[in-house]
């Protein structure tokens, strides 16, 4: 009987925290929809990790390194045999890649960047923040499969308890004539962790005046163990990567815990953060648009607060 098919993304035989989440949600989705959970990988190693999250089954085809081209060719193959009722797609920037260009190929619908997920009398309903997350729609995805990207921490990663190493499936493919070829890889700096990934995150904005004054920020995310976050104007600056910006044109996030030091709140940023689960703020202006989404407001010179913190995360931790 139709069911849930997930694409996921593993390093090194283990699958990345987006696709643990799809996987958690789709075996949801597979049980009210009277079907089997099942996952695509390009690694067969992937397996056992798959299995743990409740995939009977995981479709494997040899695409090797992502490429539109040849994922969109492969997964589509997989669908085929799967003959799934609903496609999942962690909301990385491959799943949001490869969403669109498969339901193109599949003339299905899909719904991106969704919070919510629900299989009723036979039609996937999603809920997805609009208007920068001031107001949610609710659509029903038409097609089959219906296909959805799930927004990063929206779902939590639960295994299925005693799940054996999923069955593995080989799929054959024709990826055609490519006209795209993977050039170079650009890794994170060694020690920080992927926004996409982290539970906890800590930003810095224009209060930090300078790019060398980031250590403040750098040093309490280790501490906490948590990612490094930016606004898109210390990106601007020139301060910090681009993949550490935080907003509508940086990456929308929605840590348990988002910390924001010397962060106005302007209203981009606030688009890609205010669906965090507690939000701290620390600003001198007691006036700062932040404060306005913010759990906890801390006014004050974040130069003092900053280390303060450190010190005592580092304390807390050692005992």
């Known amino acids: 009987m139709p069911g849930v098919l997930v694409f ?67 997964l589509a193959a997989a669908v085929k045999e799967a003959n799934p009722a609903i496609l999942l797609f962690g909301g990385t920037s491959n799943g949001r890649d490869l969403a669109p260009r498969v339901a193109a190929r599949l003339d299905a619908g899909v719904a991106s960047d969704v919070d919510r997920l629900e299989w009723i009398d036979g039609k996937l309903r999603a809920r997805r923040p609009v208007y920068s997350g ?15 990207t799930t927004r990063p921490n929206a779902f939590p990663a639960e295994e299925a308890g005693g799940g054996a190493a999923a ?37 810095g904005g224009r209060g930090l005046k ?7 920020i750098r040093d309490l995310a280790h501490a906490i163990g ?17 993949q550490h910006q935080v907003g509508q044109t940086g990456r929308v996030v929605s840590p348990n815990v988002y910390i924001a030091a010397g962060v106005s709140g302007a209203i981009q940023h606030l688009a890609g953060m205010s669906s965090s689960k507690h939000i701290v703020a620390i600003n001198k202006d007691p006036e700062a648009p932040i404060f306005r989404v ?23 931790k050692a005992h």
């Open 8 to 74: 996921t993304e593993s390093s090194n035989g283990k699958l990345k925290k987006a696709s643990r989440e799809a996987l958690s949600i789709g075996r949801t989705l597979a049980n009210a929809a009277g079907g089997d959970l099942v996952a695509f990988a390009t690694d067969a190693a992937a397996a056992e990790d798959a299995g743990r999250y409740g995939a009977k089954k995981l479709y494997v085809a040899n695409a090797g390194a992502y490429s539109t081209e040849s994922h969109t060719a492969a």
């Open 134 to 148: 001031k107001a949610f729609a609710t659509v029903e995805v038409s097609g089959t499969p219906a296909i959805a």
């Open 167 to 203: 069955e593995v499936v080989n799929v054959s493919f024709d990826a055609g004539d490519a006209r795209v070829k993977l050039v170079d890889t650009h890794t994170p700096e060694a020690g920080e962790m992927s926004l996409a990934e982290a539970d906890i995150i800590v930003s």
């Open 210 to 216: 300078e790019a060398t004054n980031f250590s403040y």
């Open 226 to 242: 948590g990612a490094v976050g930016a606004s898109r104007a210390t990106v601007d600056a020139g301060w910090i990567d681009h």
């Open 294 to 316: 913010a759990d906890l407001g801390v006014v004050g010179d974040l130069f003092q607060i900053l280390p303060a913190l450190t010190e005592e995360v580092k304390k807390a």
